[in-house]
């Protein structure tokens, strides 16, 4: 399975986003998907999960600013980012993997920066 996130960028505070994840290869495999993020100096931190059945969780910080959706069609997993902060500047990556919290496969990672 081979993931590529992408539609990070510069937005002002408040403004929105929304991160794509597309995923190739054999992705009948894959169960759960999620995305992370890491910010300078800090552990990278889980951000929201989705599985096959479309069952969601999030973090704390984003709850109810970010939403995961998934569109198995289009082989395709989505973190729409809206009122951003700037505490929410970090590297995005997306993950995938058999179930949630085993993510075999990683993206590549698609910078989000917010401005105050």
């Known amino acids: 399975v081979q993931l590529q996130a992408s539609g990070g960028g510069l937005v002002q505070a408040g403004g929105s986003l929304r991160l794509s994840c597309a995923a190739s290869?054999?992705?009948?495999?894959?169960?759960?998907m999620a995305w992370y993020r890491q910010a300078p100096g800090k552990e990278r931190e889980l951000v929201a999960t989705i599985t096959s059945g479309g069952n969601t969780n999030y973090a704390d910080s984003v709850k109810g600013r970010f939403t995961i959706a998934r569109d198995k069609g289009e082989r395709q997993v989505y973190l729409q980012m809206d009122s951003l902060k700037p505490e929410d500047t970090a590297v995005y990556y997306c993950g995938a993997g058999a179930s949630l919290g085993e993510y075999t496969y990683w993206g590549q990672g698609t910078q989000v920066t917010v401005s105050s």
């Open positions: 290869g054999s992705v009948f495999s894959v169960n759960g």
